[in-house]
């Protein structure tokens, strides 16, 4: 299996971003059945996608699974949608502000992703790893460009399935929301990580049928 792995630069004027550390480690290790390259993304709406379209041209991945920093999220937050919305809270790394926009106009007011399946998630999650179902990736850069990509995936029917987890912030690491008690040290969410990227990598039939 081709994995193309994204993760996000700092934003927010803040030092770090936990998906650019989790990606790091991830990249950093080898995998049986997964050929995996690793992207590292600005803050900045249609520049990420743009960098990320590319390399999907390039590398030819049949899963691209993107991570983001979530602010005050407790566990591992498996996005299950994107919305055609922008509103941006605060500006991007480029200095982008839109409020309440169309991403593409005309496009479906949401998008299901496709990685990974309901039946992994509910698998991870009885093995004990801290993830969680989520109903909104916001509608900041993440929402951007997962919803970009899966637009890009349904446009080109090139059955590339899209995927978006959103991480807690590390222990130590300030953001805008204060990281909960409680939420994962960074080896659980490397180990969860791996295991779910694992796991779809090594399932047949179902799971890894494209649609
Ligand atoms: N989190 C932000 C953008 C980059 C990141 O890591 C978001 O949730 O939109």
């Not at 049949?62 to 949608?81: F, H, K, N, R």
């Not at 991403?103 to 496709?114: E, H, L, M």
């Not at 995936?153 to 959103?166: A, D, E």
Request: charged share 20%; proline share 7%; with cysteine.
């Amino acid at each position: 299996m081709r994995l193309l792995l994204t993760s996000f630069e700092p934003f927010a004027g803040l030092t770090q971003n936990s998906s650019l550390e989790i990606g790091k480690a991830i990249a950093g290790t080898r995998f049986d059945a997964v050929n995996l390259d690793w992207l590292v993304l600005p803050v900045v709406k249609d520049v990420c996608f743009e960098i990320t379209w590319k390399r999907v041209k390039s590398f030819k991945p049949d899963v691209v699974l993107a991570l983001g920093q979530a602010d005050g999220a407790a566990a591992m937050q498996i996005e299950q949608l994107a919305v055609n919305v922008n509103d941006f809270e605060i500006p991007d790394n480029g200095g982008n502000q839109p409020r309440h926009e169309c991403i593409v106009k005309n496009g479906p007011a949401a998008i299901f992703t496709s990685f990974p399946p309901k039946e992994l998630v509910c698998r991870l999650a009885a093995e004990g790893v801290p993830v969680k179902r989520s109903y909104s990736a916001g509608t900041y850069v993440c929402n951007h460009l997962l919803y970009r990509l899966l637009h890009g995936s349904r446009r080109t029917r090139s059955g590339l399935r899209v995927g978006f987890i959103h991480l807690p912030l590390l222990p130590g690491q300030r953001g805008r929301r204060p990281r909960p008690k409680g939420a994962p040290m960074a080896e659980t969410m490397v180990a969860g990580l791996r295991r779910c990227i694992e796991l779809y990598a090594n399932s047949s039939g179902e799971l890894t049928r494209r649609k």
